[in-house]
């Protein structure tokens, strides 16, 4: 088998077993990043005032916001499985096939894993297990 970066490979089984749990962080995630977004526009004074300031408030907010995006993105890192899409909840586990690693892909509307794809191919690269 190939040299890989990742701290682990799923099997489709272990991948599918983890899918309750990720279903609840994507909805964490979601929460977050809405949270980030709804901010956003209120930073641009913000930032160019925070050299005097320091932000202020409503950037300490954003700040937390950030945070506890980046928190709901790390507790899925921290599972081994890679956020590849944080609009649309895409989600990569790497996996063995065929003495290579390649990704097994699920998004949130499919009931189970049932696509994997290239390291490079992507989302449009998908074949069906």
């Known amino acids: 088998m190939q040299e890989h970066p990742f701290p682990r490979l799923f099997t489709v089984e272990e991948a599918n077993e983890l899918l309750p749990r990720l279903r609840e962080l994507l909805e964490d995630v979601t ?3 809405d949270a980030v977004r709804e ?3 209120q930073m641009e004074p913000i930032l160019k005032a925070a050299a005097r300031n320091g932000g202020g408030r409503v950037g300490s ?3 937390v916001a950030a945070y506890n995006l980046y928190l709901a ?3 899925i890192r921290d599972l081994g499985v890679l956020l590849k899409d ?3 909840g895409l989600l ?3 996996h063995e096939r065929e003495g290579r690693v390649v990704f097994l ?3 949130p509307s499919e009931e189970s894993i049932g696509y994997w794809h290239e390291l490079d191919a992507g989302y449009r690269g998908r ?3």
Request: with cysteine; charged share 30%.
């Open 39 to 41: 901010k956003m526009p």
């Open 31 to 33: 929460f977050h990043r």
């Open 61 to 63: 907010e954003y700040g």
């Open 127 to 129: 074949k069906p297990l």
């Open 92 to 94: 990569d586990f790497p």
């Open 105 to 107: 892909c699920w998004h």
């Open 73 to 75: 993105i790390e507790h």
């Open 86 to 88: 944080l609009d649309i």
